[in-house]
């Protein structure tokens, strides 16, 4: 018996509707959903893989303990008995200091990782809290709550309007876009193009994004900083700046200029190999545009200077009057945001509230440097890191110097995964608890509703049931909730209706809530849904911007009205949000504010001191997902995807052959990797994606241990990051490079 059913896929930030074909409970095939009110269709070769993802016979079924050394399969009670057993007594003898948490890049794709980490992170009250942001938008964050007092208040470009997109390092023809979640981002990008707009893409490499632009610009990396505020400086030497309806929300536009005044274009140029002309061009040109937007990702933010460059995007947007308005940058409004209020000054952002113990790095919205694991759990004295929880997370490999990580991870006194596969990170685990695969889990926004270039909500239930040997990725968070605060033996149940009473509670005493003034118990048996997350999305829905305020608003958003709608409901187009978003102390947009001004004397002094030689940038390939999709045959065949590719000048000066094998060496390490020569990257710079290194003992991934690759991350150490932030720097990191010389045999004497 064959069937159907709706999944948004959760395997990019894209999140594409996919209608699934279901046969004796498994996944044949994946389709896009030609009715989906977002994705109208639209699917990549790794959705079309969803299937094969969801069957991989590697996946871990059962739980794994670790008994005498080696992991064993163990049922879920063991499982839990061994956490709580392995965690409790670190916990009371050491204190929730002592525990650290990495929460990978996943948990922004499922529902478990929407609604309980920050429960656990409570339940532990640790400062050791680690994720894949300080690998990725952590300076965008930043640069978010210092201009506008809100760290999440991300502006993305509103794609579908805008006839002018300058991209800074970004490559969404293959990344399928990030911090703008746009289903068919292609052919967004091909709309925008024949509706005579222009695309311009800033990047080191010429990417599949470069490629179909009218304009690239091969600038070289880590010094876009340098380039943005160059093209600042020109809209003030050329009397360009028109902030328009915004200029009545911002304050600080006279600093800014004071600021720009020591980065004309021909100080920068020689820095960026871009020339004067050009700067002032790609300057004049945004200005001029009618909607016009600049948008930066993993280029922009994982770089020397990310937090001023991430700043100086929405700059940017700002003076052209193109920051919170139709075709330029925009705040989406989520269905389960907070409802808009009535403008105020908020209480503003702050860095920097505590610091690491051993580097003393300042917290960034209440993060650690994803680069200070290691030290925190290998540095001894009070407040070392003694047990440590990973969620959906591989830092062996996503983060740098995985060598360094994993001697650390095998001091631990504890640790926990919660991941499908036993893999590089996993396998140092004492317990390792599997989810179950996607068909079987259940899928909501969470994050994307907050990044997506038009305001749509859809919800898909599980497409499969639940194999009775497994457990919803929920439960096992909401137990670990419960092993962290010393309560492992409750129902799970318990974790959702308390959080439910916290948060009912805060809304009925909200005179701006809707249901202000009303009884918690009263509102709770309205909530409807199969479980305890249903229940919870069910009240986000309700209290959120389109919600049906428990009944204030009867034609309003519920879970069961957005069930009676399988492909979704559309929202409409992004609209204006200021001043109403803004959290400031102002309560303005704070175009310049104090960290960002301290920052750029750094930038100065970069300027005055740029160090020559190669560098290394990432790369990121259709088919692939960071650590975790090199284990399904369809997505990792075919030519190795693991190479450095090196610009034919910088081959021929060292000697480097196509398909030579390189001696490359970095800060972190040595790797060997084949070379590929091409002129897609430009000279001085040699690009080698992340995620590969594969095949140690100990994993049970089988089709990637056989496309094994070697590790980028290891040509790093983790010493550059990003100051303000705490972002590592992933892009432009210098490496040396030689052809590989047979190593001379030691002989026996
Ligand atoms: N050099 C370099 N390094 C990089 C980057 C780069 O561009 N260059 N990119 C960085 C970026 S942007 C990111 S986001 C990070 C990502 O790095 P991580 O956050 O470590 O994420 P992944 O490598 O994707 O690993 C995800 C883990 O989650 C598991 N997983 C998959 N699905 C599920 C699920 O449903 N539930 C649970 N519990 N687990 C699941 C996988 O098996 C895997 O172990 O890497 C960063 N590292
Ligand atoms: N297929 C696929 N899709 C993915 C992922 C994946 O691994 N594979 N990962 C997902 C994740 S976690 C994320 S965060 C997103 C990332 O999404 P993107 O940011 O769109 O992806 P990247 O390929 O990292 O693009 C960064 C670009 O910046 C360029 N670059 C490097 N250094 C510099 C610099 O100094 N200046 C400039 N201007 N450009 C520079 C690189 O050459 C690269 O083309 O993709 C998501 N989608
Ligand atoms: S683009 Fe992303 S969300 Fe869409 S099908 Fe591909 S992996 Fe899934
Ligand atoms: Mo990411």
Redesign the pocket.
Known sequence: MSRTALRICPL??ATCGLTLTIENGRVTRARGDDEDVFSRGFICP?GAAFGELDADPDRLRRPLVRRGGRLQEADWDEAFAAVDDGLWPVLREHGGRSAGAVLG?PNVHTVAGGLYPSLLLGALGTPNVFT?STL??MPKHVSSGLLYGDANALPVPDLDRTDHLLV?????M?????LCTAPDFPGRLRALRRRGGKLIV????R?R?ARMADQHVA?R????ALLLFAMVRVLFDEDLVATGELGAHLTGVAEVRRLAADFPPEAVAAACDVPAEEIRTLARELAAAPKGVVYG????TT?EFGTLTSWLVDVLNALTGNLDRPGGMMFPLAATARRERTPRPGKGFALGRWHSRVSGHPEAKGELPSVALAEEIETPGEGRIRALLTIAANPVLSAPDGDRLERALAGLDFMVSVDPYLNETARHAHVVLPPPPPSQSPHFDFTFNYLAVRNQVRYSRPAVPLDPDRMSESDILARLVLCASGHGGADPATVDAMAIEAALGKAVADPGSPVHGRETAELTAQLTGGSGPERRLDMMLRLGPYGDGFGADPDGLTLRALLDRPHGIDLGPLRPRLPALLRTRSGTVELCPEPIVRDVDRLRRALADRPTGLVL??????????SWMHNVPTLVGGSNRCTLQVHPEDAARLGLADGGLARVKGDGGELEVPVEVTDAVRTGVV?LPH?WGHGRPGTRMSVAGDHAGVNANQLIDGSRLDPLSGTAVL??CPVQLAPLTEPTPVLPD
């Open positions: 990019c930030e790794k890049n894949a990725d938008q800074i390092g970004a490559n969404p293959d990344s399928n876009g990030s800033v990047d080191p490499r990417t994004t600038i990396p880590g010094t876009d990702r993993m280029g922009s770089v940038i990432g790369r990121r390939h259709l088919r692939s997902n960071n690009s995620g892009n432009g």
